[in-house]
Each structure stands twice: as structure tokens, then as C-alpha cells.
């Protein structure tokens, strides 16, 4: 503010400001029922035509999906359940107890503790949370994390003053496990194993992980936000994996994101707790209205319905619904797959072990991945851009269609 302001109305002031965007009445409409609803929704219709529609198949970066209709339909229905006060609704808390426990055994092992949370971020948070938790004579702690690991485990090293120490990828983006063994140190109070890395979906290996959190006596977290709820479906259609799920004894919690590959709404993640490391951080709310209920989100208010909305899409999909998504998915994964490795001047950047593929330039093209990603987003194409392995992300996410992909494909051709 200048000196010359001073005893100017504050409104008169932030109108001169660079860049200031608008501060008027119209920002807090002043008129109670001012405007019909039938004109508000037109006009938030218009003003969000801009935002990506799924279903034009542009979207083809991201983990995210439209919510199945039934979901959507139950969470609106129960929007108003909070999780944050969970004596007020014991209905909800126990909903979300059974889907823990359903993820559970899907996952291995159906006597997990757990939390339905706001996403992948928030549940690799409180993972790392607890891990500090049951190492608080450790005083300069880290973690060790593949390169590959999600940002989240960034966030949480700044919240909790945790070094991060990030283990080497391999030339075709798989972790490079010696490396990774070689950053365990006293200090180390987590170890971080993905299953379905952001950039490539690739699995670590999580029982190598699991023998060296033995070995070393160290908490061992799997990040399996994506993977947790594509791979379970693999294994039904005959694919085969190494050990990755809570039956591998040394995991003490493992993320799962109904809002990826689970269908469900935005925001649903969850983290999977084993019994023993549960008690290692709850936090206890002693006034609220409906009693203290100890618990480890790092939300306050949490929206119930995300657990309904996953516990009615279950109890509907069941898993041949699920593992019908899932076939859909690899179905384009391989589709697209075989295409892109017809084009001279593109290559795969490592065969693909879920729905996510990464594409990269070959040696035959004489364009960067910049200016081809820049083309693509001209022509309304959204991939995922992981510059430092210079790939571009597709994921076959289930509102993907063959017909979008051979659209896709005609616009890549068309740029060499
Ligand atoms: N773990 C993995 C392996 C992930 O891929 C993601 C999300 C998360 C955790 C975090 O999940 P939430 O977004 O539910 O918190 N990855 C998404 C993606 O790669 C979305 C994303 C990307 C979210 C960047 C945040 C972000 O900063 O598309």
C-alpha cells in the first residue's frame, strides 16, 4: 500500500493494483434468490464449457475417470454425512470400517485398521506420519523413496522435516533395487515400495522391499494409490505378479484410491493400516458433539459419503464389474501399444505393465517432445508430460474408447 492511500475506502485501493482482478458486490451476490436457478446453471454451464469433457476422449493423461453414475447418485444423496465427528454418524463410520475391510481383502488381508481419506496425497501423508510417529528418537529422519515415487512423499518430507532420499531408476524406468538398498542408513525412518508408478504404472519389487524393512527393522509403506485397484483385477483375467499386496508381511500400510481405477468420486483415497502401527498416532478430539473418537486423518471435516459412494459401487459392480473396467482398459493399452510402435518417429519408453503407456521420440524423428506435445495440445489432446524421462503419459483410463484412440492416432500421424 502507498503512503497516499491512507483513509482511501480498501476497495478504491485494490482496484489500482497490477493485475487485480475484481473486487465488487457482485463477488458476494448482496441479493438473497437474486438470480433463478435455471439462469445460474445456464450460466455456469457456459462459463464450463471450457473445462475438458471426458467424454470427448481428449483426456488421456490422467489417473482420473468420470465417477460411475451410481456413485455420483449416492454421494449426492449423502453428502451431508461428516467423518470428522464420527460419534454423530455411526451409520457412516461403520459404512467406512466395511470398505477398509473389504480393500482388505481384496488386497490380502481383511483385518486391516484403516481410513477412507481426501486421496493418494493425504494417505501417503499420514503414512509417513506414522512412520515418524514410531521412530521419534530418530532425530534427523529421511525416508527412501524410488525416483519414480509420487510428489506426495514430497509434501509430506517438507510438512514433517523429513529428508527425502530418492533411489535410481534403471535405463528401461524400473527401480534400480541395489541403489535403493544402498540409501537405508539409521536414520531412515520409511521405506516407500509403488505399485503403478505415476508415470509408467510399473510395479516395485515389493517382497524385496519387504525383506529389506525386515532386515533393517524400518516401516515400509506401499504406494499402491493407481495399482491397488487394477492389479487385484489383473490377477482375476490370468495375469501374474510377484507377491505385491498386505499379504507380504513386513507392510505396515498401503494407500488405495477408490477415485482412480476404483470409479468412484472425487475426493476418495484410502490408506490401509496393519493393527500394530495404528496405535503409533491417533489424535483425539475431546469436544466434539458426538464424543472422542481417536483417528489419524489429517482432515477435520471429511466428506462420508466418499465411503458410501465406494461401499454402494462395490456392492454393485462386485469384481466382474471391476475386472470388465480393467479388460477394457488394457484392451486399448496393447491397442495403442502396437500403433504407436507403427510410427517411425515414436517409440514406447518400456513395455507396459498396467493401463498406463509412455511414449517417447525415436532417433527417427527430428522434432522434441515439446513441440510434439504443443502440436497434440493444439489439436486438444491432454497427455501427462514427465520431462525428466522425456515421455508423454497415456492412460487408458475406462472413458477411453477405441474410436478416441484412432482419432488420436490420425492426429499423430498427421504431425509427421
Ligand atoms: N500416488 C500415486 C502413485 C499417484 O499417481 C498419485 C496421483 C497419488 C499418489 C496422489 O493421489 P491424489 O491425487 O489422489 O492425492 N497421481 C495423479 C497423476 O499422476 C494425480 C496427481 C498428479 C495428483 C499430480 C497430484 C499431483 O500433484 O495424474
Not at 130 to 158: C, G, R, W
Not at 260 to 273: A, D, I, Q, T, Y
Not at 341 to 354: G, N, R, S, W, Y
Not at 386 to 401: E, S, Y
Amino acid at each position: 500500500m502507498e503512503l497516499s492511500d491512507k483513509g482511501k475506502p480498501l476497495t478504491d485501493i485494490l482496484q489500482n493494483i497490477e493485475g487485480f482482478i475484481g473486487y465488487s458486490e457482485n463477488n458476494f451476490p448482496k441479493l438473497h434468490k437474486g438470480k433463478s436457478r435455471s439462469l445460474i446453471l445456464t450460466e455456469l454451464e457456459d462459463r464450463l464449457k471450457i473445462d475438458l469433457d471426458y467424454s470427448s476422449g481428449k483426456v488421456l493423461g490422467a489417473m482420473t475417470t468420470p465417477p460411475h453414475d451410481f456413485a455420483r447418485y449416492i454421494y449426492s444423496k449423502f453428502i451431508d454425512r461428516n467423518l470428522g465427528d464420527r460419534g454423530l454418524n455411526p451409520g457412516t463410520a461403520a459404512i467406512e470400517k466395511e470398505v477398509i475391510e473389504m480393500l482388505g481383502n481384496l488386497l490380502g488381508d481383511p483385518y486391516v485398521d484403516g481410513n477412507i481419506t481426501s486421496g493418494g496425497t493425504e494417505a501417503n501423508i499420514i503414512a509417513m506420519l506414522l512412520a515418524k510417529q514410531n521412530n521419534l528418537d530418530i532425530k534427523e529422519p529421511s525416508i527412501v523413496i524410488p525416483d519414480s515415487a509420487h510428489y506426495s512423499f514430497d509434501k509430506a518430507a517438507i510438512l514433517m522435516g523429513l529428508k527425502v532420499k530418492r533411489a535410481k531408476l534403471l535405463s528401461n524406468y524400473h527401480l534400480d533395487f541395489d541403489h535403493y538398498e544402498s540409501l537405508i542408513d539409521d536414520n531412515t525412518i520409511a521405506l516407500v515400495g509403488i505399485l503403478g508408478t505415476s508415470a509408467l504404472g510399473l510395479i516395485d519389487p515389493i517382497e524385496k522391499i519387504g525383506k529389506l524393512a525386515g532386515k533393517y527393522n524400518k516401516y515400509f509403506h506401499v504406494d499402491a494409490a493407481f495399482g491397488g485397484l487394477v492389479v487385484p483385477f489383473m490377477e482375476e483375467l490370468g495375469y501374474d505378479f510377484p507377491p505385491y499386496n498386505l499379504k507380504v508381511p513386513e507392510i505396515c500400510s498401503y494407500t488405495v484410491d477408490p477415485h482412480k481405477m476404483g470409479m468412484s468420486v472425487n475426493p476418495s483415497g484410502s490408506l490401509l493400516v496393519k493393527d500394530s502401527n495404528v496405535n503409533s498416532f491417533k489424535f483425539e478430539i475431546p469436544y466434539l458433539a458426538g464424543g472422542a473418537f481417536p483417528s489419524y486423518n489429517i482432515l477435520g471435516t471429511r466428506p462420508g459419503a466418499s465411503a458410501i459412494s465406494f461401499w454402494g459401487l462395490m456392492q454393485f459392480m462386485g469384481k466382474q464389474g471391476f475386472v470388465e473396467n480393467v479388460r477394457h482398459s488394457l484392451e486399448n493399452t496393447y491397442y495403442l501399444k502396437d500403433q504407436i510402435e507403427e510410427i517411425p518417429e515414436l517409440k514406447i519408453a518400456t513395455e507396459p505393465t498396467m493401463n498406463v503407456l509412455g511414449i517417447q521420440m525415436s532417433s527417427k524423428a527430428n522434432m522434441s517432445l515439446d513441440r510434439f506435445n504443443s502440436l497434440l495440445r493444439q489439436k486438444g489432446w491432454a497427455l501427462g508430460v514427465f520431462k525428466q524421462w522425456n515421455l508423454l503419459r497415456v492412460v487408458l483410463m475406462p472413458h477411453i474408447k477405441k474410436s478416441h484412440l484412432a482419432e488420436f492416432l490420425k492426429d499423430v500421424k498427421a504431425i509427421f
